[in-house]
């Protein structure tokens, strides 16, 4: 096959006292996200759909937060390994589009550096990298900013 796709979803609670990784960049906020490694949300979504277009498992196989070296990790890492993964097996990303629920913080002015990083990982342009968000209109667990959650669909190709 030329192409594959593959869609990703990933969810962290939102507690005091951690940084908020998103897409990459620390974001100020009174609240971060809580996970085995520095959960960002919007990273562990790509890497879901990246290794989902080709039937790879996804990220807590590869990456299980029952494994310490796992711990506290960067998650631009874990985008790496997934794109090292995928383009072992003869792919690579055409381009990704996701988007981020959160009520806050506003994220408009990061997307451009978010765009830089996870271009720059997964070897493509920052044009080829759509980062939108939305809220839930106060509604869930989203609305209540207990927590966030991110979305990402992710074209590969034949290198």
């Known amino acids: 096959m030329a192409y594959r796709i593959g869609s ?3 969810y962290h609670q939102l507690v005091t006292g951690r940084d908020l990784w998103i897409g990459g960049v ?7 996200a809580l996970g ?3 959960a960002d949300v919007l990273l562990h979504a790509i890497c879901d759909a990246m290794l989902g277009a080709l039937a790879l498992g996804d990220i807590g196989f590869h990456f299980p937060d029952t494994d310490n070296s796992f ?7 874990l985008l790496m390994r997934s794109t090292e993964l995928i383009e072992s097996k003869g792919y690579k990303v055409i ?6 629920c959160l009520e806050a913080p506003k994220i408009k002015s990061y997307v451009p550096q978010m765009q830089q990083t996870i271009a720059e990982i997964v070897h493509v342009t920052n044009s080829d990298v759509s980062v939108k968000a ?4 106060k509604m869930g667990f989203v609305g209540r900013e207990e927590g966030l959650k991110a979305y990402a ?4 190709g034949l290198k």
């Open 71 to 77: 711990k506290d990790i960067d998650s631009k890492i």
């Open 26 to 32: 620390k974001i100020p906020h009174t609240k971060g």
């Open 95 to 100: 381009n990704i589009d996701s988007t981020l």
């Open 134 to 137: 939305t809220t839930t209109e």
């Open 36 to 38: 085995h490694s520095d």
């Open 8 to 10: 990703g979803v990933d």
């Open 153 to 156: 669909t992710v074209l590969l």
